[in-house]
């Protein structure tokens, strides 16, 4: 009796500590630790989501309290300032921006995209020290589902991670909550918004913008979340 008593309390032992794992991300400091598991990449269905309207952007424009208005010429419409936007608070407003690029009526999707590439281009050297303000607008954009929304916000992403290293680096964290959508479009054939390219390679191309800026540890959090992807740097 004390035998079998001996067997089941060893395998309530080990059954008690199979219950006990505890999942974690991977890429992390507890990665790969004794009583760990990594925990799976999420699956991002491929239905389309409801329509995604900015929450602050078009607010804003309607007040006529954006610093911004679109201006009609030879060329089209493209963005005029009301005032200079070098002095403009880069932590409100190019968050803002951003979060118009869900927009696609006008005048608020000209704005929005015009506004965003300008801004990150003149405050790209302080946008890691708020990188998590610009990351919530960029993930709502993808989680719409619209080719045309991701396509533009993806060439702001990419500009910001081209911007210097620190901000690829400054993303690395946050690659988890954005790329399972990019993921989801990595082989898509729908047109990009200039209608030249295909939106899988406006897709890779930002994924080796984040590779480059971000270096190895980028590699690995990309290769995670998209697995068919191979390294631009070890080609």
Same mark, same amino acid.
């Given at each position: ?86 002095? +403009?608070? !880069?932590?409100?407003? $190019?968050? *803002? ?6 927009? /696609? @009526? #006008? ?63 400054? +993303?690395? !964290?946050?690659?988890? $909550?954005? *790329? ?6 990595? /082989? @898509? #054939? ?46």
């Amino acid at each position: 009796m004390r035998h079998n008593h001996g067997i089941s309390s060893c395998s309530s032992r080990r059954t008690n500590a199979s219950n006990s794992s505890r999942e974690v991300l991977p890429f992390t400091p507890h990665a790969g630790k004794p009583g760990t598991i990594i925990r799976a990449p999420p699956s991002v269905s491929f239905a389309a989501s409801s329509t995604i309207k900015s929450v602050a952007f078009r607010r804003v424009y309607d007040c006529g309290d954006l610093p911004a208005a679109v201006l009609h010429d030879s060329q089209g419409r493209k963005i005029s300032w009301k005032t200079n936007p070098d002095t +403009l608070d !880069p932590t409100i407003y $190019v968050p *803002l921006f951003l979060d118009g690029l869900c927009e /696609t @009526s #006008k005048p608020y999707d000209v704005l929005s995209r015009s506004g965003s590439y300008d801004l990150i281009g003149r405050f790209c050297d302080r946008i890691p020290g708020f990188i998590q303000l610009v990351v919530s607008p960029i993930r709502r954009a993808f989680n719409s589902r619209n080719p045309q929304i991701i396509c533009v916000t993806l060439t702001a992403l990419e500009q910001i991670a081209q911007s210097s290293r620190e901000s690829g680096k400054a +993303l690395i !964290p946050y690659l988890r $909550v954005l *790329l399972p959508v990019l993921n989801m479009f990595r /082989t @898509s #054939k729908a047109s990009c918004c200039n209608r030249k390219r295909a939106l899988s390679d406006h897709v890779l191309e930002a994924l080796e913008a984040l590779e480059k800026s971000g270096g190895p540890s980028a590699y690995a959090a990309i290769k995670y979340m998209v697995p068919t992807y191979e390294s631009c740097i070890s080609r």
